[in-house]
């Protein structure tokens, strides 16, 4: 069984900043890809950055420049730098881990119950 925390949520002005951070735990056999996903009210859920076990990032265009991810594999944790934030980034944040543990041998995703970001303007 593998477990995902998200922290570091919270209201900001425009223009601010907030770290989010990620930690798996459990029975953890490996990890590879981590992301971050968020949904705000009535849209669907959204990649906005991914991290490969090797280090390569991907962002959505819409947070490219603002936004760094990034992971420390000895604490089995991601992280989403957010600068220069604005209204549209409003949404609860989720992270996301494609892992192998448990009783499973194969990989399979596991999800963060959420972390709520608020910009105001």
């Known amino acids: 069984q593998v477990q995902l925390v998200e922290s570091g949520g919270g209201l900001v002005q425009a223009g601010g900043s907030l770290r989010l951070s990620c930690a798996a735990s459990?029975?953890?056999?490996?990890?590879?890809?981590m992301g971050w996903y968020r949904q705000a009210p009535g849209k669907q859920r959204e990649l906005v950055a991914a991290i490969t076990g090797g280090g390569s990032t991907n962002y959505a265009d819409s947070v490219k420049g603002r936004f760094t991810i990034s992971r420390d594999n000895a604490k089995n944790t991601v992280y989403l730098q957010m600068n220069a934030l604005n209204p549209e980034d409003t949404a609860v944040y989720y992270c996301n881990a494609d892992a192998v543990g448990g009783t499973f041998r194969l990989p399979r995703p596991y999800w963060g119950q959420g972390t709520q970001v608020t910009v105001s303007s």
């Open positions: 459990g029975s953890i056999f490996s990890i590879n890809a």
